[in-house]
C-alpha cells in the first residue's frame, strides 16, 4: 500500500471507495472477510461455503461502490448481503437435501441473527484495535488471552522477565480500553438500525 493512505480514516476509506479505489477495496476486504465469513457460517455450517458467500457479498457491493457513501453504508449493505445470501443458501440445501435438521447447527444454541451480527462486529473491533497495539503488547495480549498461556510461560517463551510480560500486558490492555471504548459504546445503535432494515 502506498504511503499516502497509511493514515486514512475508514471513512477516507469509504470515501475512496465509492469512487472506485482499489486500494480502498482491498481494505475494506482486510476488514471484513474473516468477520462476515463467521456471520455467514452461523446458517450455512460450512466453512467453505461461508468464505465464498462473504467473497461474493465484497464483490456485489464493489459493483455498487457509487451507491454506498459511508463506512456505515459499506457496512450495512454487506451484511445485509451475507445474511440474504446465507438465508438463500440454506433455503436451497434444504430443499436439495429434504433434510433441514443438517442445515442447523450440530450444537444447541438460542442465539439469534441478530447475536451473531453483533459478535461478528465487535470481532471486527476487537481484531481492529489488535492491530493498533505495539508488536510487542499485541503479542502479550494475544498470548495471554487467546491462547490462554501464563505469564511464566510467555516470559519463557518471549525470553523476557515475567516483570516485563506483566508490563507489557498492562500498557496493551489500557491501549486496549481507549481503542475500543467509543466503537463498543456505539455498537448497537447502529446495528439495531441496521437489523431492522434488513
Known amino acids: 500500500m502506498e504511503a499516502g493512505y497509511h493514515n486514512w480514516t475508514p471513512e477516507d476509506y469509504a470515501a475512496a471507495f465509492q469512487h472506485g479505489d482499489e486500494q480502498a477495496l482491498a481494505f475494506i476486504y482486510r476488514e471484513f472477510h474473516p468477520v462476515l465469513s463467521h456471520y455467514a457460517h452461523h446458517w450455512v455450517q460450512s466453512r467453505p461455503i461461508a468464505e465464498e458467500i462473504a467473497s461474493e457479498a465484497l464483490i456485489k457491493t464493489w459493483r455498487m461502490h457509487h451507491k454506498l ?62 492491530k493498533q497495539l505495539s508488536p510487542a503488547n499485541r503479542k502479550v495480549i494475544i498470548m495471554h488471552y487467546l491462547e490462554g498461556k501464563t505469564t ?29 471504548l467509543r466503537p463498543l459504546l456505539t455498537l448497537l445503535y447502529p446495528f439495531v438500525k441496521i437489523f431492522l432494515f434488513i
Open 69 to 130: 457513501d459511508s463506512y456505515g453504508a459499506i457496512r450495512a449493505y454487506l451484511y445485509k448481503t451475507v445474511r440474504n445470501a446465507s438465508l438463500d443458501s440454506l433455503e436451497q440445501e434444504q430443499k436439495k437435501a429434504k433434510l433441514y435438521q443438517m442445515a442447523q447447527p450440530g450444537k444447541t444454541t438460542h442465539d439469534t441473527p441478530f447475536d451473531q451480527l453483533v459478535r461478528s462486529e465487535t470481532y471486527r473491533i476487537i481484531h481492529t484495535a489488535l
Open 152 to 180: 511464566g510461560q510467555i516470559a519463557t517463551e518471549l525470553n523476557l522477565h515475567p516483570s516485563t510480560v506483566k508490563t507489557q500486558k498492562l500498557k496493551g490492555l489500557q491501549a486496549l480500553r481507549k481503542k475500543l
